[in-house]
C-alpha cells in the first residue's frame, strides 16, 4: 500500500565512518604496516592488531597518497598527502627517522602548490623523488631543505627506486609502452619503448589521464622493484603482468596465467624460499580473486572466497616479516588482514 509518506533513516550505531587506504608499506623490520589514508592521513602499526601513537602527526594529514621508506635504511619513511584543515607553516611532506613513529616536516616544498602524489626514496635514503599532483617530478639530495627538477620524465609520473642500487630508479607509461630508467640518483632519465606482447586494451574515447584502465588510486599499470633484489622489476598493467631480471638490461616478460590487475605487492618469502612472495588482486585463470604466488607467479593460490571480497578493493601488501600475512586496502572498510590457518 502506497501510503506516501516520508521515510526517514538513522544510523543504528555511533562512531563509524569510511576509511579508505591510499597507500601501503610493508617495512622489513621495525612497524609491520605503514598505511596512508584518506581524511585520516595514516597510521603505523608495530603488530598487525595494534595502533601506535594514533593517526600520523607533524603535521596532521587530510589525505595521504605517498608513503614510502628506504629498503637498506628501514628507519627512514617519507610520506606525502594533503593537509588537514589549517595548519600555518606546515609542509604537505615529511618524514620519519625511527620507522614511523615520530614525524619532522621537510624545511620546503618543490612548489608552492605541491601536495599528494606518489613519494620514491633511494635504497639508502639518499634521494627522495616526488611528483606531487598534476606536476612535474623533482628530488631532492639533503630531506627536502632543497629540490630540483627531474630530466627527462613527463609531467605527473610515478616514480620508484630500486630497492637494492641507490643509483637507480624507473617509472613506466604502461598505455605507451613506454619505460624510465635513471641511473644517476633521479637526476635525469632516459627513455626506451616496450614491447608488451599482451597489447593494452584501450577503450574508445579514452584519453591519456583517464584511459578507462581501473581505478587510477588502484595498483594496475604501474613499475614495481623487487625487495632484496637489484633491477628485478614488475609492471603490473592492468591487462597483464610482465617480468624483468636480466642482469644485463630489461627485457619484460608476459605471465601467462593473468589477465586483469587491480592491485599487486610483495610479501615475506615462502620458508625454504629466498624470492619475496607475491600478491595479487585481479582475474588469475579466468578466475576473481586475490591471489598469492611463491615461485614468481609461475603458480597462484587464491586466498579469499567468494563471501569475503569486501567490494572496491585497489591495494594489497604482504606483511615482510610473516609468511602469508596479507594486507588489502578496502575503499570503506579499512584496512583488513589475514593469514592462513594454523
Known amino acids: ?30 612497524a609491520r604496516i605503514i598505511s596512508g589514508v584518506g581524511d585520516y592521513g595514516g597510521f603505523t602499526h608495530f603488530r598487525p592488531d595494534e595502533l601506535t601513537n594514533g593517526s600520523h602527526s607533524n603535521p596532521h594529514f587530510a589525505n595521504t597518497n605517498g608513503v614510502t621508506g628506504a629498503w637498506l635504511k628501514q628507519e627512514l619513511i617519507v610520506r606525502v598527502g594533503a593537509l588537514f584543515g589549517r595548519q600555518p607553516g606546515a609542509k604537505t611532506i615529511s ?28 635504497a639508502d635514503g639518499s634521494t627522495w623523488i616526488w611528483t606531487p599532483d598534476r606536476m612535474d617530478a623533482y628530488y631532492t639530495c639533503d630531506k627536502g631543505a632543497t629540490w630540483q627538477l627531474c630530466k627527462g620524465l613527463p609531467k605527473d609520473m610515478r616514480v620508484i627506486a630500486d630497492k637494492m642500487n641507490a643509483r637507480k630508479f624507473y617509472a613506466v607509461d604502461a ?63 592492468y591487462d597483464g603482468l610482465y617480468h624483468s631480471k636480466e642482469t644485463q638490461g630489461i627485457n619484460f616478460k608476459p605471465l601467462d596465467k593473468v589477465r586483469k590487475i587491480y592491485a599487486f605487492g610483495f610479501g615475506k618469502a615462502k620458508p625454504g624460499t629466498d624470492y619475496p612472495a607475491l600478491y595479487l588482486i585481479g582475474v588469475v585463470n579466468g578466475q576473481y580473486g586475490f591471489f598469492r604466488s611463491d ?48
Open 295 to 342: 615461485d614468481e607467479a609461475r603458480s597462484w593460490v587464491r586466498i579469499n572466497d567468494d563471501a569475503h571480497q569486501f567490494g572496491l578493493v585497489l591495494h594489497i601488501i604482504g606483511d615482510m616479516q610473516e609468511y602469508g600475512r596479507v594486507y588489502v586496502g578496502t575503499h570503506g572498510r579499512g584496512l583488513i588482514t589475514g593469514a592462513p590457518k594454523p
Open 175 to 237: 598505455v605507451k609502452e613506454i619505460l624510465y630508467v635513471s641511473k644517476d640518483g633521479g637526476k635525469t632519465f632516459q627513455s626506451d619503448t616496450l614491447n608488451l606482447t599482451m597489447k593494452p586494451y584501450r577503450r574508445p574515447g579514452a584519453t591519456d589521464r583517464m584511459p578507462n584502465r581501473g581505478d587510477r588510486r588502484g595498483g594496475q599499470d604501474r613499475i614495481y622493484s623487487t625487495p632484496g633484489f637489484e633491477n628485478d622489476l614488475w609492471i603490473a598493467a
Open 95 to 122: 618524514y620519519s627517522e625511527d620507522g614511523g613513529m615520530n614525524w619532522i616536516q621537510c624545511a620546503s616544498l618543490p612548489d608552492a602548490q605541491a601536495r599528494n602524489g606518489p613519494i620514491a626514496v633511494a
Open 1 to 30: 500500500v502506497e501510503r506516501k509518506e516520508p521515510v526517514v533513516w538513522s544510523i543504528m550505531s555511533s562512531g563509524i565512518e569510511e576509511t579508505v587506504p591510499l597507500e601501503l608499506y610493508a617495512p622489513e623490520k621495525g
